[in-house]
């Protein structure tokens, strides 16, 4: 090849890339579907710092989150989880459908700093998916439901079981980072928060930052609490520990930079639909 043909080749590699950086739109066919689809594969830009400006403007911005936690043959599972954290493959498969053909884009968490922040536009209709506790199944299931439709998620880690079976590996939590995806942490052993000492809380919230920073070689500023428990010290040990934003399991659809580390999210249980994941969202 000579290098006219490759410095041609690479601005219709860029060109297709930048197509697929827009809003969301309808059911996304042809090629600007297949562009936004490899966006999302394509590795992530070089890691840039965040920090919260020393005189933030009050801010609030809605944006719908979407808690899931397994997505999984419930009658196959090695270890049992509550019925209700596990949505079964297909469904959770026709549910990223519908949001897709709804129109809805998801964000990252940057966009959602940016926008609580700096005040930067956000797609029409913005939406986070998020997904808790690190089980195998975010790549096995939940990776390639989200390569289909050029979706992003949000992926919290419980860093002390990257070596148990049925949960992601150092290798994994770096596969899904290079697929675009946020990585969190969502502690090192899953405890109840406000129950700690100060030692073991600092261990469980700072710990699990420590051991991302480490897979993935930057800090990690998302944060989400195990049962959704936590109380002022806790808040505290999370803001110490770097984290910019952390996910609650209280129910809302609104961040603000007044409670950037109390955001409200949508839980989906096993009983959700397709058509009923779409209400909680209009809702």
Not at 1 to 6: F, H, K, Q
Not at 107 to 128: M, N, S
Not at 236 to 242: E, L, P, S
């Amino acid at each position: 090849m000579t290098a006219r043909a490759a410095r041609a080749g690479a601005a219709i590699a860029a060109a297709l890339i930048a197509g697929g950086c827009g809003g969301g739109g309808g059911a996304g066919t042809g090629a600007a579907h297949h562009a936004q689809a490899a966006h999302a594969r394509a590795p992530l830009r070089a890691f840039k710092p965040l920090s919260v400006p020393a005189r933030p403007v009050s801010r609030t911005v809605r944006v719908p989150i979407l808690t899931y936690h397994r997505v999984h043959v419930y009658a196959t599972e090695l270890t049992k989880s509550q019925p209700d954290l596990t949505v079964e493959p297909a469904v959770f498969r026709a549910e990223m459908a519908a949001i897709h053909a709804a129109g809805y884009t998801t964000i990252t968490q940057r966009q959602l700093f940016d926008a609580l922040y700096h005040g930067a536009a956000l797609p029409r209709k913005p939406v986070i998916v998020s997904v808790d506790d690190g089980y195998v199944d975010d790549v096995t299931q939940v990776l390639p439901a989200l390569r289909r439709y050029g979706m992003r998620a949000t992926f919290y880690v419980i860093t002390g079981r990257v070596h148990e079976p049925g949960f992601l590996s150092t290798r994994q939590i770096r596969e899904l980072e290079a697929a675009g995806m946020d990585i969190g942490a969502h502690t090192r052993t899953h405890p109840n928060l406000p129950a700690l000492a100060a030692a073991a809380l600092r261990s469980e919230v700072g710990g699990s930052a420590a051991d991302l920073r480490a897979i993935l070689g930057h800090p990690v500023y998302w944060f989400a609490y195990p049962y959704g428990a936590f109380d002022a010290r806790v808040v505290t040990a999370v803001r110490r520990a770097g984290f910019l934003f952390a996910v609650t399991t209280r129910g809302g659809t609104t961040a603000s930079t007044a409670a950037p580390l109390e955001i409200p999210r949508i839980h989906v249980g096993r009983s959700a639909t397709a058509q009923s994941v779409l209400a909680l969202l209009g809702g």
